[in-house]
Structures are given as C-alpha cells and as structure tokens.
C-alpha cells in the first residue's frame, strides 16, 4: 500500500494517556516497534495560547504577566497564613497568666503546644491526599472555620483537660490550610515570581507570631482577662473564610507550567517517588530541626528572658507583657528582614548552581546555632539592648530557611504530589520537631529543677514533717536555659542535613522536570509506555512509544506493514 494511503486510511492519533498514571508529553515523539524501526508522526509542541489536542483545553501562558486576580489570591493566602500563626503563638503570649490560672508545672504547659501540633501533624497527610485530588478553596475553608470555632470555644473552658482538647482541635483545623496554601503558589506562578511569592507567604510566619505575642498579652493586659487574648483570631478568621470563598482562586494543578491536564497517580506511588527522592527527604529532616528550635524557642523564649533579666539589678520590676511585646517585635523585624533576605540571596546566588539554595539553608542554621547560645549565655548577664540584639540575628538567620525550603520542594516535586509532599513534610518535621520540643524542653527543666534543688534544699523537720520550698529563681531559670541548650545541637544537626542536600538537589529537580514532561522517571530514566492506538484497525497488538527528548520536528513517516 502507498505510504500516502496508508497515511490518510489510519491516521494515528495518541489519546488518553491517564490509565497509565503519566502526564502528557508535549515534545516531540517517535513511535518505534518492536523491531526498533521508526513509525508514525510528530507531535507539534504547544505554545502558550495553543489548544491541548487531548481535551480541547487552553493551555495557559505561562509567560505572561502577574494578573490582579492572581494578586488577590497571594493576599488571601497571606492573611490566612498571619493569622494561622497569630492564633498559634495567642498562647506563647499569655503563657504565664494560663499557667496561674490552671495551676500547671512546666510539662503540662508545653503539653498545651505538644498536643496542638500532634493533632496538626497527623491530620496533615489526610489533608495531602485531599489537596491532590479535590477542591482545595472548600477544604481550605472549612479548614478555618474549624480552627476559629474550637478557638474561641477554649477560651471559655475552666477545666485543663477541656482546655487542652480544643487546642488539640485546632491543630486540624490549621493542617488543612498549611499544607495546601503553598501548592497554590506554585500553580499560579513559577521561576523566580514563584520564589518571590514564596518569600511574601512565609514573610507572614515570623510577622503572625509576633502579633501573637503582643495581641494575645496587650488584649489580657487591657482586658484584665487572658481569655480574652484568644478571641480575637476567630473574629479574623471568619473574615478569612469569605475572602477564600468568594475572592481566591483555585487554579488547576500544573497551571503555571502549562500542565493542566495531569492525572495524580495512587498515594502508594506518590509516598515511593518521595522516599526515593534524597533534596526532598534531606531538606524535610534539615526542617524538622528548624522545627524544633523554633517551636522550643517561640513557646519558651519570652518566659526565659524574662526569668534572666529578674535576676539582674535594676530589672527587678519587669513585668512578662513588656518581655511578650519586645520579644514579640523582634521576632516581627526579623521575619520581616529575614524571609525575603533568604529570597533574595536564593534568587541571587541559584543563577551559579542551585546547590546554593541548599547552602544557605544549611549556613542559616550554623549561624542562628552560634546566636542562640549567646543568648543562651547571655541572658542574666547582658543588658536588655545587647539582649534583644542577639536575640534578633539568632532569628535572623533561621528566618532565611522559610521560603527557601518550601521553594526546594516545589521544584523537586511534580504538580499532582506537591500536596502529599507537603503533608509529609508537615507530618516528619512536626512528629520529631516542634510537636515534642516545648514539652522535652519542660520535662527536662522539671528535672533539672529537683536536682539543682538538692543542694538548697531546707528541710523542716517537724512532728514526722519535712517539706521542701519552691526553687529559686536562679534554680527556676538556669534549669530552663540547661534544657534549652538542646536547640543548639539540633540546629547544627539541620545544618548538616541541608549540606547533604545540595549533593543531589540539581539531579532531583532534573527527574521533576523530566517526569513534567511525560517522561517515566520509576528509576530516574526515560523509560517504554505502551499507549494503545485506538485508531488503528488493522493493528493488533499494542505500539510501544518511546519517548526521544530532542526528536526532530519534521516528517511523518509510515508503519512498516
């Protein structure tokens, strides 16, 4: 049969490729069989305003500028984001006054945060396999209005153990929103928008935790009432409903990189590529310890300063809500500093190797190590200007981490898995970071305190009765600052890890792209799909594709009968 003929009776036509669980492939393809002589046609690459040939869809122009409904939904996301963070550190500020209040030792208190941050760790993954596959805008407000209703209701509780079941609540509440805002980002934007966008999302985590601080202790202070201080995030957080509903967008997965047709493979898959995806697993673990030191230091930092100033002359009548309000400002200046320095420097220095991101992570962690322990040191000794100043560079350097870290995995990870990516990421570096941290860091203080105590103790022998007096402030406070020196391992431990991760980052974000492009990347290598030609009548068997990165585009040529 003439090659024309045959051409025109089977005109070959690649259709769904979804039951094989792998994305379309927009180069160019040569179609082989078995024998390895070359069949059939290329496939035209699409441009940005060309119509996808599987569905009739529009590609979207990936190229093109930032839109005004782009615009708002980063603003949502944000206002999200700073309030997540006020109501979480709500608490740190009025620590003292809960403490008081509940007649609680050092454990329990960190317990309050621990069981938070449980409950957010473990509902994460859930929330992940949601976020891939259903609508995120419904999930990420009902996601809200959960965290807001369990708020306020623990503010009215007057029994501990009630207490601490409705912060446990609104640890599933914030998981749902956590791990799905970032994914957003990264299907509206990519490059260096995206890493920008990034910067301005994580912008609000050091600036949130500092309004905590301050609004949670001024509305106690104020108000005369700590309870108070937690019902001001649930007014914020219904306005953040509407805002989700009715004025964010949900764009499809993939968008920004013109990808909007993916179908996301099991779950099962998904956790394999990511276990066997090194930047991803080395850059969770070096956050898991930023984690840790930031859940330790925010939840128990403001109680520490203020225990080491009472001790020196001149600050005796410092007062906890002045120590929440400087702490809680610095803790803001640094974020707003930090975060987009780390940006920046990202930005700056990923046009020589991308291994620098890793880097940077990695040298943000050394330093802060080398800060925290002046503080450590330094808190009974130096005067509060030195203090905060430390305290500030300390925050500084692990600020850099922020944006970088959720831009590494943006770009190590495909569209359809970045939701379950960043489920897994909340779920490792909570369980073994700032879900245990606060309440480590107490149970060893409540240690440290009986044995420091041994060689003070007075005991008062009466009728059979001996009693043993409270701590010291000096015992009180050189137990708490020993049991936080643990941040100081953990952070050099992070380090590390981010060290380790800029040996395979390059090469990891190479397979993200190849697999983008419809490649099979099971082991890290272009590999054979069978794809069905439904077209072809007079074909029995299935036609082996195989996918040729840099085919030339030109002739269509025949199959060898």
Not at 316 to 335: A, D, I, K, P, Y
Not at 436 to 446: D, F, K, M, N, T
Request: net charge neutral; aromatic share 10%; hydrophobic share 45%.
């Amino acid at each position: 049969m003439p090659a024309q003929k045959f051409v025109d009776k089977h005109s070959l036509k690649i259709l769904n490729m979804e039951p094989t669980g792998i994305p379309p492939n927009n180069s160019h393809q040569h179609l082989m069989n078995d024998d390895g002589d070359s069949v059939d046609t290329v496939v035209p690459p699409l441009t940005s305003n060309s119509t996808d040939p599987r569905s009739g869809a529009k590609r979207t122009n990936v190229e093109s500028g930032v839109t005004k409904r782009q615009i708002l939904t980063v603003v949502v996301l944000c206002f999200v984001n700073l309030i997540n963070y006020m109501d979480r550190y709500t608490i740190a500020g009025i620590l003292t006054d809960i403490e008081d209040y509940f007649n609680l030792p050092d454990d329990k208190t960190g317990l309050l945060q621990t069981a938070f941050v449980v409950s957010y760790m473990i509902f994460a993954p859930l929330f992940g396999y949601l976020g891939d596959r259903h609508s995120r805008r419904a999930i990420m407000a009902a996601g809200v209005f959960l965290w807001s209703i369990t708020t306020l209701l623990g503010s009215f509780m007057k029994d501990y153990h009630w207490f601490l079941l409705f912060r446990t609540l609104v640890g599933i509440g914030e998981a749902s929103y956590s791990t799905i805002a970032p994914t957003i980002i990264s299907d509206l934007f990519v490059q260096d928008i995206r890493s920008k966008m990034l910067a301005l999302f994580y912008f609000a985590i050091p600036v949130g935790s500092g309004l905590g601080y301050i609004v949670g202790s001024e509305t106690a202070r104020m108000t005369g009432a700590w309870q108070n201080g937690l019902r001001v995030t649930p007014v914020l957080g219904m306005i953040a409903v509407v805002l989700i509903l009715f004025v964010m967008t949900d764009p499809e997965r993939g968008e920004s990189e013109g990808k909007t047709h993916l179908s996301p493979t099991s779950w099962s898959r998904d956790v394999k590529l990511l276990l066997r995806n090194p930047s991803f697993m080395l850059s969770t673990a070096g956050f898991t310890c930023v984690s840790f030191v930031a859940g330790a230091l925010a939840w128990w930092g403001p109680h520490f300063i203020f225990m080491g100033l009472k001790l020196q002359p001149g600050y005796e009548n410092v007062t906890l809500s002045e120590v929440n309000l400087v702490f809680g400002g610095t803790t803001m200046v640094s974020g707003v500093i930090g975060v987009p320095l780390g940006s920046y420097l990202s930005r700056t220095l990923r046009r020589f190797s991308l291994r620098y991101d890793a880097l940077i992570c990695a040298v943000g962690l050394f330093v802060s190590a080398a800060f925290t322990a002046g503080v450590l040191l330094g808190a009974a000794s130096w005067n509060h200007i030195v203090l905060y100043t430390v305290v500030f560079l300390a925050e500084l350097a692990i600020n850099i981490n922020w944006s970088i870290v959720s831009d590494m995995l943006l770009y190590v990870v495909t569209p359809t898995r970045r939701s379950t990516a960043e489920a897994f990421q909340i779920l490792i570096s909570h369980m073994f970071g700032d879900a245990g941290s606060p309440y480590l860091v107490g149970l060893i203080s409540e240690a440290l305190k009986r044995s420091l105590s041994v060689g003070t103790t007075v005991l008062v022998l009466t009728s059979a009765v001996s009693s043993t007096p409270e701590p010291s402030p000096e015992v009180q406070f050189h137990s708490l600052q020993y049991a936080l020196f643990t941040t100081n391992f953990v952070e050099v431990l992070g380090g590390l890890f981010f060290l380790f991760t800029a040996l395979y980052i390059v090469q990891d974000k190479e397979n993200a792209e190849r697999e983008l492009a419809g490649k099979h990347v099971e082991d890290g290598l272009p590999g054979m799909i069978e794809i069905p030609l439904l077209s072809i009548t007079d074909l029995s068997s299935p036609v082996k594709v195989k996918i040729i990165p840099g085919s030339p585009p030109t002739s269509t040529r025949t199959i060898p009968r």
